[in-house]
């Protein structure tokens, strides 16, 4: 937390925007929780793309599996909305050990960085693919066949492809790509949440996303957010809060970061 002055700034910024009714002390509080859960992350996400995610199996609470399975004996593509939780690439790795299923990723700037990832994320994935988020043909590729595709819709990639959705009470960037793959695939929607619990254990949970239409990307994008809303405030410090969520702004605002 010392030394990463500028995520430090941008963690403390989505702090302040996303939770205002709380004290300074207290969203200093939650920020230095959420660096020690980056921390943890680090050594999960070591151990995810390096280890044997198998020797934590008595340390997990499969919640989703079976859910998955279920949508998937429909015979349809199952689009599963993740997020950016520190937890992601260890649970990601455990779930593996349940159900088969595609993700998708973006290279990092590092080279060396990416290859390990892309390898250590082929371990886990179990008869699963990873495609990088600009092969949009393999992610509908994917539905089509009646896979499962992990897709995270918590970042902001601009005004393109995006409408703005509050999150938090703070309008939002939203990717609209989950209306599109649905309305053109038929698959069903599933949220999925992962997060260590008060033992260190590791929680997976999938669920219905109600209220999500595949045809309405505004109404769809605000059905996601407060989804993510919801599930982010039963953990708020697991959440990666060092990303730039609120970058893109509507006309007329100010930058905030």
């Known amino acids: ?11 403390k910024v989505n702090l302040d925007l996303c939770f205002p009714n709380l004290s300074e002390a207290q969203r200093e509080k939650l920020l230095r929780k959420t660096f ?15 280890g ?8 997990v609470h499969d919640q989703a599996s079976a859910l998955i399975r ?10 599963l909305i993740g997020a950016h939780y ?13 159900v088969p299923y595609d993700i998708i990723y973006r290279p990092q700037k590092s080279a060396v960085v990416t ?12 008869g ?23 897709y995270p819709a918590d970042q902001d990639y601009g005004r393109r492809h995006s409408v703005f959705a509050p999150f938090f009470g703070v309008s939002a960037a939203t990717i ?3 209306t599109r793959m649905v309305k053109q695939t038929g698959a069903n929607v599933l949220m999925s949440y992962y997060y260590r619990d008060k033992n260190k254990n590791y929680v997976i949970h999938a669920e219905r996303l109600e209220g999500f239409t595949g045809t309405d990307s505004q109404r769809d994008a605000e059905v996601i957010n407060a989804a993510l809303e919801r599930l982010i405030r039963q953990h708020p410090e697991q959440y990666m809060w060092v990303h730039r969520r609120f970058k893109t702004r509507p006309e007329g605002e100010e930058p905030v970061y």
């Open 1 to 11: 937390m010392p030394l990463a002055k500028r995520r430090r700034h941008i963690a």
């Open 36 to 50: 020690e859960s980056q921390g943890m992350a680090l050594m999960e996400m070591a151990h995810a793309w390096l």
């Open 52 to 59: 044997n995610p198998s020797r934590l199996l008595s340390r």
């Open 70 to 79: 279920e949508e998937q004996a429909k015979g349809k593509g199952v689009l």
């Open 86 to 98: 520190n937890t992601a690439d260890i649970a990601g790795s455990l779930l593996g050990l349940f």
């Open 115 to 126: 290859y390990i990832m892309e390898r250590g994320r082929a371990r886990f994935l179990k």
């Open 128 to 150: 699963g693919t990873a495609f990088q988020k600009s092969d949009v043909r393999a992610m509908y590729g994917s539905l089509r066949k009646g896979r499962t595709l992990w």
């Open 176 to 178: 609209d790509a989950p």
